[in-house]
């Protein structure tokens, strides 16, 4: 979940922010994670702890104690590493293209189709009572935690206080904090269960602190609205809950992929809607033939231009904006919610990229780059990082002109 007031998420030991424990004792350190990498364990910052002291004092006065002040900091530290991620945020910083390659690959589909079937019947039950559809709910879990498998390990405390302490979006995440640390104080969760994203996001589905208080659902009966078990239903409910009451009604679909006729010059974008007639008049087609659903005032959203995959969109694409409000989210999540229903790819087709490359010739790059002894990560035709640090590595290996970019004929060299 992306950052929304509606809410959607260390070279050094870890250090505590609260001096001694009561009584004097020296309090227990909590170890990071050793599988985080430097950024994201505690690192000195003097500057950091003394608006940690002045924020101890502001959540006193609003009545968290300092029992729970000292249970919750302890451990917690200083992340650089979550604030270059608050500024490099993947549903904004990649093509369409790129960001389906990432969330929706065809293996996480065919493992996410069975964690579907599995889930089913705890997926009806919440849909019966918000009205939010089941694959919707389990495609928000597929691309905010692999369908529970990937829930997060940074710490929700530590996240929250830099971004708070940093200033950018500070009220936004210092309100997380605050509401991190009632969770705390209420019993909700331990201190050791609160981690998650980068932003502070938890869970099954990755929800924020504010989103959690606002939102949460007791839905198995148990006497906790847990979103921390490996029993992902409170997540569920919660997630319909919060997309209920930011107004989904129900019954309704959240788009379809459409064909545009060539030379299309009608209405683009999701500000300038439409009656669905005044798009058929304009030749918009479903993808996959027959006619346009009408269901209300709609949008064709074509993210990569005319001449590739496009998208009619309708009032409750809006609803799933509201729980991150990236276009390229949105689209991901209503094309991984069909697919897990059983639907299949995209028939529109992004074509070549600035390179001359396919998604499928960006893959077969990464995997000849790997071969040849320079680790291109996953081959998942994203070029990233790590794929432009192989091919540099490579080019330069043999006595190219390093650049760092993927062509056809480096493609056709790697055979």
């Not at 530290?77 to 549903?91: A, K």
Request: include cysteine; hydrophobic fraction near 40%.
């Amino acid at each position: 979940m992306r950052l929304s007031r509606r809410g959607f998420a260390l070279g050094a030991s870890a250090i505590w922010l609260g001096g001694c424990l009561p009584g004097g004792g020296l309090p227990e350190v909590a170890r990071p994670d050793p599988a985080l990498e430097p950024g994201l364990r505690p690192q000195p910052n003097p500057a950091y702890d003394s608006w940690i002291a002045e924020f101890r004092a502001r959540a006193r006065d609003r009545g968290i104690t300092e029992t729970t002040l000292d249970r919750a900091f302890r451990g917690q530290g200083f992340l650089p590493g979550v604030i270059e991620r608050d500024r490099n945020q993947t549903e904004f910083s990649r093509t369409l293209e790129d960001y389906l390659a990432i969330v929706a690959p065809e293996d996480k589909i065919r493992f996410g189709r069975g964690e579907f079937a599995r889930q089913r019947a705890a997926l009806q039950r919440v849909e019966a009572e918000y009205g939010v559809p089941a694959k919707v709910m389990a495609s928000i879990w597929g691309v905010e935690s692999y369908f529970g498998t990937k829930r997060g390990k940074i710490p929700v405390i530590s996240a929250t206080s830099t971004l708070a302490w940093e200033g950018r979006r500070g009220r936004f995440f210092e309100s997380n904090l605050m509401d991190a640390l009632r969770i705390v104080q209420t019993g909700d969760a331990r201190p050791e269960q609160l981690v998650g994203s980068w932003a502070g996001a938890m869970g099954h589905t990755q929800l924020i602190p504010n989103a959690y208080q606002e939102h949460s659902v007791d839905f198995d009966g148990d006497g906790k609205r847990d979103i921390w078990s490996d029993n992902p239903i409170d997540a569920f409910a919660t997630t319909a809950r919060f997309l209920a009451r930011a107004g989904w009604r129900r019954g309704q679909p959240w788009g379809i992929e459409v064909r545009l006729p060539q030379g299309y010059s009608g209405p683009l974008g999701r500000k300038n809607r439409a009656a669905v007639s005044r798009f058929r008049e304009l030749g918009v087609r479903p993808a996959r033939g027959g006619s346009l659903p009408d269901h209300g005032t709609a949008a064709v959203l074509a993210p990569m231009g005319a001449g590739k995959p496009a998208f009619l969109v309708f009032h409750n694409f809006n609803m799933i904006l509201h729980y991150n409000p990236s276009e390229n989210y949105g689209l991901a999540v209503g094309y991984l919610a069909d697919r897990l229903d059983g639907a299949g790819p995209l028939v529109g087709d992004f074509g070549r990229d600035k390179h001359g490359l396919t998604l499928e010739d960006r893959k077969a790059l990464q995997l000849g780059l790997t071969r040849a002894g320079f680790d291109a990560g996953t081959p998942d035709g994203v070029i990233g990082k790590k794929t432009e640090a192989a091919i540099s590595a490579y080019q330069q290996s043999r006595g190219l002109a390093v650049t760092g970019e993927p062509s056809r004929a480096l493609l056709q060299a790697l055979g």
